[in-house]
């Protein structure tokens, strides 16, 4: 039997119905966009979006030592954890780079979910397998068991709460509680990756259709629609959020890629510990900072970064920006170079476009 080059999540046939433009993105079948990227961009600000996000890989970590486990190949502490609660760190290499980064759900004592990026999931099931040996843990690959829907925006918590009996009001961002939606046991987290209020939904991969149609359904008054990846990048960039592969891999450090917020130097030994310790304490030469272009072009990923004419540095992402409705992006730059309204250029198209340096995120909303 031949093995399908392109995987589908269990929405493939909705994104299809709805007329969705189909692409292939990190090994999967996925949906780009439906009705436009802004459109759907401006949608998850002001009411609300709804994204299929099954792709994501989910591994589940169990056993007597699965706290000391993650505690060794993750940044943050995760003995903050209790259960109930979620945390976004890195799984690191002995450089001090990234393998990934992920989310850590505690389910329970000695029982924790782990949700990593699509690209990178058999990478990182053979990683976490590998740093397994000689810690009491199980290392499971459960990404085939679930589906995965993200509703985001300002009305998701008005939309989701007719279909389950989870408090949504008192559930806190970066919580979860495993419930029902739409009738089937789910977990709901109040996470995303928009920066927008919203949840994400793990479902039975066989019932997340029906929760999909459900979800639709209940947000048609208030104006929820589909939304694609292309929506996602904007939001996602506008908050600032990292994507692996652009703006994070293995060639950069939690340090230079300014997420020091997850890194716990003081909780004791972990891949990478040392090599970050030593680039705290000697100062780091580049970081990732934000910045927009003056003129009408829009800086990529790639795009090479000028100092009067000298190569500095190189662009990790960069869009227009829908929401802001300007020209956005994220660079590494020489740590001299990084103060907001510093100016440099971004070579685009052969041209030497002015840019400059502004602070992170670039859209806040307002709680």
């Not at 459960?142 to 509703?151: E, F, H, K, N, T």
């Not at 629609?225 to 891999?249: F, Q, S, W």
């Not at 272009?293 to 970064?305: D, F, P, V, Y």
Request: proline share 5%; glycine share 10%.
């Amino acid at each position: 039997m031949s093995v399908p080059s392109v995987k589908s999540t269990p929405l493939n046939r909705a994104h299809r119905k709805a007329g969705a433009r189909m692409v292939s993105f990190a090994g999967w079948d996925m949906p780009v966009q439906y009705t436009g990227v802004i459109d759907e961009h401006m949608a998850v600000r002001t009411r609300a979006g709804l994204f299929d996000v099954s792709h994501m890989g989910e591994a589940e970590v169990r056993g007597a030592e699965a706290l000391p486990y993650l505690q060794h190949v993750t940044s943050n502490d995760v003995s903050r954890l209790t259960p109930g609660r979620i945390q976004y760190s890195a799984l690191t290499t002995p450089e001090g780079t990234f393998v990934d980064d992920l989310l850590v759900y505690k389910l329970a004592e000695d029982d924790y979910l782990l949700v990593i990026n699509a690209g990178n999931t058999p990478k990182d099931l053979d990683w976490l397998r590998y740093h397994a040996k000689g810690f009491d843990v199980r290392v499971r690959d459960v990404s085939d068991l679930y589906g995965q829907i993200a509703l985001q925006g300002p009305k998701a918590q008005e939309i989701l709460q007719p279909l389950t009996r989870a408090a949504l009001p008192a559930m806190k961002y970066y919580a979860f509680d495993k419930t029902e939606v739409a009738g089937t046991s789910c977990i709901v987290s109040r996470t995303g990756y928009t920066g927008e209020d919203g949840f994400e939904i793990y479902c039975p991969a066989e019932s997340a259709e029906g929760i999909w149609d459900a979800l639709l359904e209940a947000g048609r008054p208030v104006g929820l629609v589909p939304a694609g990846l292309a929506a996602r990048d904007t939001l996602r960039l506008e908050a600032k959020m990292a994507l692996y592969g652009n703006d994070i891999d293995d060639t950069t450090t939690v340090l230079e890629a300014d997420l020091g917020w997850i890194l716990k130097l003081d909780k004791g030994e972990f891949l990478g510990r040392d090599v970050l310790l030593r680039q705290k304490a000697e100062g780091i030469t580049r970081k990732l900072v934000g910045f927009e272009t003056e003129g009408r072009a829009i800086a990529r990923h790639g795009h090479t970064a000028l100092s009067s004419g000298t190569p500095v540095g190189v662009v990790t992402s960069g869009t227009f920006a829908p929401y802001l409705k300007k020209n956005i992006g994220l660079a590494y730059l020489p740590v001299a170079l990084t103060e907001p309204g510093t100016r440099f250029e971004v070579e685009i198209r052969g041209r030497a476009e002015p840019a400059v340096v502004i602070p992170t995120p670039f859209y806040k909303r307002v709680r």
